[in-house]
């Protein structure tokens, strides 16, 4: 019995210890944040040198929301897959999408957390017109 209960008082000091590294983790996720939103502008003229004025491109990275193969982004905008393929490769090489999850020779790209930190996505929707899909807004 009391062997059982050294290893419950050892288990729930590790859950304790991961909690306070994890709430850290959270704490220094924030920061970073705020500290780039205080810079938006500045990043957004980053983004608009990796966009300029390729709509398509735009389009392609509104899709890729990590649910979605080429295939899928081609299907929903109505485009070529090798077109989308380029654009995914392209945008992949700029450090704003990655492949989550490669299932049944499928990729799944989705954005980086840079995307919800200072929030291109919203700006891209703003500036271009698109919905959060990358078709046109109604």
Not at 62 to 79: F, K, Q, T, W
Not at 119 to 138: N, Q, T, V
Request: avoid cysteine.
């Amino acid at each position: 019995m009391s062997n059982h209960k050294s290893s419950e008082n050892r288990d729930q000091h590790i859950l304790r210890r991961l909690a306070n590294i994890e709430h850290k983790v959270d704490s220094l996720d924030q920061t970073t944040a705020f500290s780039l939103r205080a810079d938006a502008e500045k990043h957004y003229d980053s983004v608009r040198e990796v966009f300029g004025t390729s709509k398509r491109r735009v389009q392609v990275y509104l899709a890729a929301n990590g649910n979605r193969a080429v295939e899928d982004i081609a299907d929903l905008l109505s485009m070529n897959p090798p077109n989308v393929s380029r654009e995914l490769s392209h945008l992949g090489e700029e450090g704003l999408l990655e492949v989550l999850e490669v299932e049944g020779g499928r990729s799944y790209w989705g954005k980086k957390a840079i995307d919800r930190t200072i929030r291109i996505s919203r700006h891209l929707m703003e500036e271009y017109g698109f919905d959060e899909d990358g078709l046109p807004a109604s």
